[in-house]
Every structure is written in C-alpha cells, then in structure tokens.
C-alpha cells in the first residue's frame, strides 16, 4: 500500500507564505515524478508544479517566480514552497506521485489566501 501524506496547508492573508510538504509511505519501486496539482470548487484540477527523475521542474505560468518544488529523494519527500500567494491561489492542492506502475493522490490540503 502507498500513501502520500500532505501537510502545511491554512489560511494565509495575500503575500504570505506556506510550505507544502508530501511524504510517500509504503512500496515503491521507481518514481518518476512527483508534483502539486490544485482544483477550486467547480475547476477542473491543473497542475500547479513538477519535478521529474533528473531533478528537472515544470510550472503553471501563474506560478511561476512564486513557488518552487523540490524533492528528497531519500524520504520520497516532495516539497512545495508558496510565496508571493495571492487570492486566486486558494485552492485544494494534492499532491502527486508517478511510478512506473501506478500514478499515487494524495487526499489534498486546503490553501485559503484571503484577507
């Protein structure tokens, strides 16, 4: 069995900061790549950020410059570091994992940016 634990998700007012982190727990072989994905209520869920084998990151435009991805590979640790949030950010953010086998969900963390 595999888990992925998120964490670090509130409220923050705009401007503000959070840290998101995600363990995996349980049998993996091979990763290829972990990332954030986050949906709104009534969106369709998009991809927020990824990090591939090699260490190589992607983005969604609207976040880029703000946040930043990275990994422990040795914990299977995916990490998401949010600066500069702004409203538009709120959202519940899962966390993602890709093996060889199966593609891992985490059950989410809500991010609330509001003042």
């Known amino acids: 069995q595999v888990q992925l634990v998120e964490s670090g998700g509130g409220l923050v007012q705009p401007g503000g900061s959070l840290r998101l982190s995600c363990a995996a727990s349980g049998s993996i072989r091979s990763i290829n790549a972990m990332g954030w994905y986050r949906q709104a209520p009534g969106k369709q869920r998009e991809l927020v950020a990824r990090i591939i084998l090699g260490g190589t990151t992607n983005y969604a435009d609207s976040v880029k410059g703000r946040f930043t991805i990275s990994r422990d590979s040795a914990k299977n640790t995916v990490y998401l570091q949010m600066s500069s949030l702004k409203p538009e950010d709120t959202a519940v953010y899962y966390c993602?994992?890709?093996?060889?086998?199966?593609?891992?969900w985490g059950q989410g963390t809500q991010v609330t940016v509001s003042s």
């Open positions: 993602n994992l890709l093996t060889v086998s199966y593609d891992y």
